[in-house]
């Protein structure tokens, strides 16, 4: 699979996974302008694809010329929750009084180090899952999407399934379909389909039924931000995985990078969540599936206390446990 988000040409090309699993195409965005609207509409997303994409809009707008630190702080406000844009963007930025072959030189380092990263921080988790679950083959859940779309290659928590995957140890994964915009049945059913790992979609509401049936071995998530104390925000509907784990006695471990670790923020309760549009829950492929003007509460993302944690995995190791 090629990468998530790339340079050639001058422009950044992704991957659009708006248009997955339908049709697998990549579009190349040659303005700021083109890469926020392809952040804000989830074009591009998950929380090391999009510090990619951060660095790389830095790098375009320096190559373009411009007030670059004005571009550069439009790409890093386009989503406020996902850390890793921001470090993206600020890690590019660094290197712009040394001018722009400095800029796209770190934001092109920075693409060859996301594969790396996350092999080694899935790879660790991988050993965390087989510490935590004496079961074999494992029966795995999955919520959202984590693997090679959600970074520039590999992936997170959905990389720790390639791992096993290729040890013989998953037996299934159950594919939360995630609401509101469904990446997990559009994008991680894809990619299973793809690798040739047995899986099935469920709805996000089946995940706590699915667990007192005794299906799920260990629950695997990615994070767009981790504090200090290792709470940690992901996609919406995480924190009632992680309460339906602890019930049931089921591991509950996250893989990020450590650009996903944010120590200025003590806890999850400082993090910022983002809201999105009320037609996505109001709407359906155009057609009104709610009363016109319902209210609706429309989080992106929510907060997992650590404590309900079994471990949070990086590159360099776990990063917390709950006692």
Known sequence: ?????????????IVDQVALPGEYRTLTL???????????RLAVRGAPALGAAGALGVAL??????????EADRIARARPTAVNLAWGVQRALARLPHGADAVLAEAKAMLDEDEQRNRTAS?????VVLDACPRRPLRLLSHCNT???ATVAWGTALGVVWHLHARGLVESVLVDETRPLLQGSRLTAWELEQAGVPYRVQPDGAAAAAMARGLVDCVLVGADRIAANGDVANKIGTYGLAISAAHHGVPFVVVAPTSTVDKSVATGADIAIEERAGAELTEFGGTQIAPKGAAVFNPAFDVTPHALIT????EDGVFGRAV
Do not use: K, N, P, Y
């Open 1 to 13: 699979m090629r990468r998530t988000v790339d340079w050639a040409g001058g422009a950044i090309v």
């Open 30 to 40: 040659r303005t700021v302008t083109e890469l926020v609207d392809a952040i804000q």
């Open 61 to 70: 707008a320096a190559c373009q010329g411009g007030d670059v630190r004005a």
């Open 123 to 127: 790879a660790h988790a991988a050993e």
């Open 147 to 149: 693997g090679h779309l």
């Open 311 to 314: 471990a949070v995995v990086t």
